[in-house]
């Protein structure tokens, strides 16, 4: 079975740039989650979403962030404009329900220059 | 009080040895804990659940303490391959989303 499916893996892009993360949840799976990890945070939650629906976004860093779950196969995660501060991983997560186990994504590594 | 709080380590052990990571959540609400492994620029990974009553997987056994509100993960007989950053993750209260600790790292030498 496939897992989760993020794109690209890497990006690389100057600041003020738009940049748009994809991600393919497991089939079945409700809930659907966006992270964002540095050494110095560790993983922080951004949003997740249940049946498509945005659930919890305070992680969201600001207003140059936004996501959106059009169905149930397909997620973005879109920054505008990108800064420095934004290199990252990027991770996306599903799971059967909110409280459930999350599988993971390969990630995205993000470099904003 | 973090809302999950882990020893970040590292922890540096010799194959074959015991090891034991402590983790302590804030909120007394909290229904759902798991383990999870990360490797160096990998996803994270389910190791396992934790269930009230604890629980054993090979070398892995996991436990809960309510009453002290921490979880806790011993690894007997280290392998190399368990190298790796553990997080402990947990979830606020019923239903809604999993916290990540910031993880502890376990470096197994030969």
């Known amino acids: 079975d496939a897992g989760v499916i993020q794109s690209p893996r890497h990006e690389v892009t100057e600041m003020g740039q738009e940049v748009t993360l994809r991600c393919k949840p497991i089939?079945?799976?409700?809930?659907l989650f966006w992270y964002r990890q540095t050494m110095m945070r560790g993983l922080e939650l951004l949003i997740y979403f249940n049946n498509n629906v945005p659930i919890d976004d305070s992680g969201m860093p600001e207003d140059r962030f936004s996501a959106k779950m059009p169905n149930a196969s397909f997620s973005t995660l879109k920054i505008q404009p990108s800064e420095p501060r934004d290199s990252a991983v990027y991770f996306c997560?599903?799971?059967?329900?909110?409280?459930?186990?999350?599988?993971f994504g390969d990630g995205t590594r993000l470099s904003i220059l | 009080r973090k809302e999950v709080e882990q020893d970040p380590g590292p922890f540096n052990v010799p194959e074959g040895a015991t090891v034991a990571f402590n983790c302590t959540y804030s909120?007394?609400?909290?229904?759902?804990f798991f383990w999870y492994r990360q490797d160096c620029r990998k996803e994270p990974k389910l190791l396992m659940s934790?269930?009230?009553s604890g629980n054993e997987d090979g070398r892995f056994t996991a436990q809960l303490n309510r009453a002290s509100q921490y979880i806790s993960l011993l690894i007997r007989d280290s392998k190399l391959s368990d190298s790796a950053t553990y997080l402990c993750v947990v979830n606020k209260q019923a239903g809604t989303a999993l916290i990540f600790g910031k993880g502890t790292t376990l470096s197994v030498s030969s």
């Open positions: 997560a599903s799971s059967l329900g909110a409280a459930e186990p999350q599988h």
């Open positions: 089939s079945g799976h409700n809930s």
């Open positions: 934790v269930y009230s």
């Open positions: 909120n007394s609400a909290s229904q759902s």
